[in-house]
């Protein structure tokens, strides 16, 4: 799959997102993940894991990512692109959290532009999601969860 020309210049030119987002994923990272096209992440747990349901989610720990979301038709979806080129690495094994199996993963740029969420601040997210209740998951496939048949 590769990115629409002038999309990637397009995305480059929004300001970059800090921070943590969400994709929903069914098992361990364990090797890099270059992109060759652009990867959209949330940063609601929810859209990400089906309502906090889902088999599992990579946490992405964000330094380059763009914030797509003030300019989507959907800013509900909090969408974070990430741009070819980029390197996702894993930054440490999957494990359970407040019932969800999660991996954190990173952008391969210097340690000194990452912060690492402890699981404590990561179980403070899902438990944040859980109180604010289910959101609708039409758009939800975006950003990897997919309904437990189709994993």
Same mark, same amino acid.
């Given at each position: 799959?590769?990115?629409?020309?002038?999309?990637?210049?397009?995305?480059?030119?929004?300001?970059?997102?800090?921070? $943590?987002?969400? +994709?929903?994923?069914?098992?361990?990272?364990?090797?890099?993940?270059?992109?060759?096209?652009?990867?959209?992440?949330?940063?609601? %747990? +929810?859209?990400?894991? *089906?309502?906090? *349901?889902?088999?599992?989610? #990579? %946490?992405?720990?964000?330094?380059?990512?763009?914030?797509?979301?003030?300019?989507?038709?959907?800013?509900?979806?909090?969408? #974070?692109?990430?741009?070819?080129?980029?390197? $996702?690495?894993?930054? /440490?094994?999957?494990?359970?959290?407040?019932? #969800?199996? %999660?991996?954190?993963?990173?952008?391969? %740029?210097?340690?000194?532009?990452?912060?690492?969420?402890?699981?404590?601040?990561?179980?403070?997210?899902?438990? #944040?999601?859980?109180?604010? /209740?289910?959101?609708?998951?039409?758009?939800?496939?975006?950003? /990897?969860?997919?309904?437990?048949?189709?994993?």
């Amino acid at each position: 799959m590769s990115t629409a020309p002038g999309l990637a210049d397009a995305l480059g030119a929004l300001p970059r997102y800090r921070g $943590l987002c969400w +994709r929903g994923f069914p098992r361990e990272i364990t090797a890099p993940i270059p992109l060759d096209t652009v990867l959209p992440a949330t940063r609601d %747990v +929810r859209l990400a894991t *089906g309502n906090l *349901g889902s088999v599992g989610a #990579i %946490v992405i720990v964000s330094a380059t990512g763009r914030d797509v979301a003030p300019l989507s038709a959907f800013p509900q979806d909090e969408e #974070i692109a990430f741009l070819p080129g980029t390197t $996702l690495v894993p930054l /440490g094994p999957r494990h359970i959290i407040d019932g #969800i199996p %999660v991996q954190v993963i990173g952008e391969s %740029v210097p340690a000194s532009d990452l912060v690492v969420p402890t699981d404590e601040v990561l179980e403070g997210a899902i438990r #944040i999601a859980r109180g604010l /209740g289910p959101v609708a998951l039409d758009r939800a496939t975006r950003f /990897g969860w997919r309904p437990q048949g189709d994993v």
